[in-house]
């Protein structure tokens, strides 16, 4: 007990930041793709003989289903976590969003996760469930529960996991000039 109360008292990084990835989104990129080149193949290749209706029906339905895969994966190939003296910062995908900024003062504690599941969530993404709270995940492994004041909780899969912990607990719990180890 001693060991793990000196480590959440060692002296914190400025800013700590974390990602994770999952690289088999990419298969469902690739899907994605697929469809969306499905899609434009029909409109410039078709005969147009069965009737236009159809024709743009299919068109517009394949480039449609395209760009929600590749999109809705891109999003979610990796996360990444910030966390400085304010807040946690949680980015997704290449351009960052989904965003979520948490400021630290809405949070009353944070513990690590062991294994995270994308099965327990409901899948990839950014997830949400009355039951459990709301969570970003890209991956299974370890990860972090942030429990807010309101009573919800926040959940993101990242790796090194338990130094997240260690540093927002800290933030969450300054020591106090003068105070014993």
């Known amino acids: 007990m001693r060991e793990h109360l000196d480590r959440d008292r060692a002296p914190q990084p400025e800013i700590w930041t974390g990602r994770a990835t999952n690289r088999a989104q990419w298969l469902a990129a690739l899907v994605g793709a697929a469809c969306m080149?499905?899609?434009?193949?029909?409109?410039v290749d078709s005969a147009w003989s069965a009737g236009i209706v159809p024709l743009?029906?299919?068109?517009?339905?394949?480039?449609?289903a395209g760009l929600l895969v590749l999109f809705g994966t891109l999003a979610f190939v990796h996360v990444a976590v910030k966390v400085?003296?304010?807040c946690l910062e949680v980015r997704c995908g290449h351009i960052g969003l989904p965003r979520r900024r948490i400021p630290l003062s809405l949070v009353a504690g944070a513990e690590f996760a062991p294994r995270v599941t994308p099965r327990q969530w409901g899948g990839w993404g950014y997830r949400w469930r009355p039951e459990k709270g709301t969570a970003v995940i890209v991956r299974r492994g370890e990860g972090v529960v942030l429990r807010l004041w309101d009573g919800h909780t926040f959940t993101i899969t990242v790796d090194n996991a338990e130094s997240a912990v260690?540093?927002?607990?800290?933030?969450?719990?300054?020591?106090?000039?003068?105070a014993t180890h």
């Open 37 to 43: 080149a499905l899609g434009i193949e029909l409109a």
């Open 56 to 64: 743009v029906m299919s068109v517009v339905g394949c480039i449609a």
């Open 84 to 86: 400085d003296k304010e």
């Open 166 to 178: 260690r540093v927002i607990r800290a933030r969450l719990h300054p020591s106090l000039p003068g």
